[in-house]
């Protein structure tokens, strides 16, 4: 493959700015600085820096985003934070999507990836990855939420959701461990309004068997590797040690 066409697909620059840059010298080829931009390379082979960082040969590109409040998702929405500047030039490409989508106002574990075939697996509807939520709410949790989640609620424009999990943190009244095997528009919102409550703040905490990272600092990102990846799509929360894990934290 040729450097310059290596370059393009995995960062944001154009084969224009990228010639520019080979012949300013800005990237090396295992360590040694190479100018012509129509050299072939081996990527899973060689390490490739642009500008000292490495730019990954792997044929996908899986990273861990903790979403700060105040980012939307999208790309197309003028005058908003997008969460795409929250990642590293050296890790962005142009092909990089969010899996699903998190809320402008909603925190926590967001995966991007220019895999399409994962992403769709993770988002498509009853998609055996599920997605676990800690959220506040405005009012008291009752106790006929669990099985109204349980049942399957209907949204107030009539859109069906598939049974799913909410309980109370124990020692808390109103923060709630939910648990969702889809992914419709602001669906744990619009759930709890079903059930006459208010959504003040959520965290998504883990998909399938993979939890955000304690030690992963708020705005910040990591690339996944495969035995994550397989986390997500092969192994499993459970609902009741999530819940008593979360109890341990609160108190
Ligand atoms: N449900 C919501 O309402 N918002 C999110 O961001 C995710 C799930």
Wanted: net charge positive.
């Amino acid at each position: 493959m040729r450097l310059d066409q290596f370059l393009s697909a995995r960062t944001m620059y154009t084969r224009r700015q990228l010639r520019q840059m080979i012949q300013n010298g800005a990237v090396t080829v295992d360590d040694i600085v190479v100018r012509q931009a129509g050299q072939t390379i081996q990527p899973q082979r060689q390490r490739i820096c642009l500008e000292g960082k490495h730019v990954p040969g792997d044929t996908y590109l899986y990273i861990l985003l903790n979403k700060p409040r105040g980012y939307v998702c999208s790309a197309h929405e003028p005058g908003q934070h997008i969460v795409f500047e929250l990642i590293p030039p050296e890790l962005m490409r142009k092909d990089l999507q969010p899996v699903g989508r998190l809320d402008k106002d909603s925190t926590g574990m967001l995966l991007l990836t220019d895999d399409g075939q994962l992403s769709h697996q993770i988002t498509a509807a009853r998609s055996h990855a599920e997605k676990y939520y800690v959220i506040e709410l405005a009012r008291p949790w009752e106790s006929f939420y669990a099985q109204r989640f349980a049942d399957g609620i209907t949204l107030a424009d009539g859109a069906h959701c598939i049974p799913a999990k909410a309980a109370c943190i124990p020692g808390t009244e109103n923060k709630v461990l939910v648990q969702l095997h889809e992914g419709k528009y602001h669906q744990v919102r619009r759930m709890m309004a079903a059930l006459g409550n208010h959504v003040q703040s959520l965290q998504r905490i883990a998909i399938g068997g993979l939890i955000l990272p304690p030690d992963l600092p708020c705005g910040a990102c990591r690339r996944l590797g495969d035995e994550d990846i397989q986390k997500i799509l092969k192994s499993r929360s459970d609902f009741a040690t999530m819940l008593q894990i979360l109890k341990k934290s609160s108190s």
